[in-house]
């Protein structure tokens, strides 16, 4: 079973998103921040996926994205933004930074699992 890390400092949001992970049968790991993901990784923990909201505090999820992406341990590692941000600067600059994915929050289930699959085919997986 694949572990997708959700990082997001909305609690009501992470209880959703997760809720729909397990239905789609992901296990699932929450972050409240940025800066506690990144020390997870740099502690040595993958997941399969990361989830990331854009607008956090201290650390965006934007800073978050480009320090996976700069990292060759952990640059492999999909991502798929989940944020209120609908612009399509904020968008373009999370892919042009390396985000396998992009949806908008709310999100749906459908939504939530084609932006999954997308970033696993990204990076040479199906789900």
Do not use: C
Request: hydrophobic share 50%.
């Amino acid at each position: 079973m694949k572990t997708i890390w959700i990082v997001d400092d909305d609690e009501e949001m992470i209880r959703a998103v997760q809720l729909m992970l397990k239905l789609l049968d992901f296990e699932t790991r929450n972050f409240l921040s940025a800066r506690s993901a990144a020390l997870t990784l740099l502690a040595g923990e993958r997941p399969d996926v990361i989830i990331l909201d854009i607008n956090m505090p201290g650390v965006s999820g934007i800073d978050f994205l480009e320090f996976i992406r700069r990292r060759k341990d952990v640059r492999n590692i999909p991502v798929v933004m989940l944020s209120t941000e609908v612009a399509d600067v904020m968008v373009d600059h999370a892919i042009t930074l390396g985000a396998d994915a992009y949806v908008t929050k709310p999100v749906t289930l459908d939504e939530l699992e084609e932006a999954i699959k997308k970033a696993l085919r990204a990076h040479g997986e199906n789900i």
